[in-house]
């Protein structure tokens, strides 16, 4: 059992080495290249036996990497949401199940997500856009909100025009003109009749690009600075860990040698 166990944390050091995460990340890259090559593009028959051959090669690297995985961590595996994602991903690519070769494939494009995984600095990232998503929300409510209120003025304001036949359309009209699809015809349209759309739409413009717009990217760059604190504080803390480690060991080496 002490043998086994320190097999087993050797193994653990190794698969979680800088050396192991590199060369995984490396091969997930080529599997992805291969991966588009097979899927969207029609290699000669050559060269596509090739990219066959790797795919397989690579995939049994994959298969490989989750079972030493498994062996170095045991139980404790599947308590990483990371290494069940993994887990499934590869053994779900690899097993028959009754799915086309190209579906099964399509699968491991999923492991992308493993540079999420390795990187702390995206994975704060990350945990800024998902603290971003309250203020998002509610800037995303203010948004309806003012293309409602347009799209009725729009209702009150043309009547009798196609682009504002009811609060529907208007809302259809409006996100045209938001996306900039050919809007100078809608104003051009518009305007035949009513002299004054010009007021309506540009007003409509300048706030939703220049209002609503900044606030959605003053949210999100404000979730990421504090992301990147976060970060920061956390390494920092690391730190101190290891500075107040390395403290203990010296302590006990002097108290030894005295």
């Known amino acids: 059992m002490p043998r086994l166990y320190v097999v087993e944390s050797a193994l653990a050091r190794f698969m979680e080495s800088k050396l192991v995460h590199y060369f995984i990340g490396l091969l997930i890259l080529v599997n992805a290249g291969v991966l588009l090559a097979l899927t969207y593009y029609q290699p000669p028959s050559e060269i596509h036996s090739i990219l066959v051959a790797a795919d397989k090669i690579i995939l049994g ?12 961590n045991g139980r404790l595996f599947f308590k990483s949401p990371w290494n069940v994602f993994d887990f499934i991903v590869i053994f779900g690519s690899a097993l028959p199940l009754g799915l086309s070769a190209e579906i099964m494939r399509s699968l491991r494009v999923l492991r992308l997500f493993y540079f999420i995984e390795i990187s ?12 971003s998503l309250p203020g998002i929300a509610n800037v995303t409510i203010l948004l309806i909100i003012i293309f409602v209120t347009f799209s009725i003025l729009g209702v009150l ?26 809007w100078y015809n809608v104003l051009r349209d518009v305007q035949k009749v009513y002299a004054y759309a010009w007021v309506y739409f540009y007003l409509f413009y300048v706030i939703m690009v220049f209002v609503i717009l900044n606030l959605f990217i003053g949210v999100v760059v404000g979730a990421l600075q504090a992301a990147e604190e976060d ?11 290891v500075l107040k480690d390395i403290q203990k060991r010296l302590k006990t080496i002097e108290t030894k040698i005295k």
């Open 231 to 241: 970060l920061e504080a956390t390494t920092e803390d690391e730190q101190t860990k």
């Open 61 to 72: 690297v994959f298969v490989l990497e989750i079972v030493l995985r498994l062996i170095a």
């Open 120 to 131: 702390s600095k995206m994975r704060h990232i990350l945990q800024g856009l998902y603290k």
């Open 157 to 182: 304001m043309f009547p009798g025009s196609e682009r504002f036949a009811d609060a529907g359309v208007g809302m259809h009209t409006l996100f045209q003109v938001l996306s900039g699809d050919d």
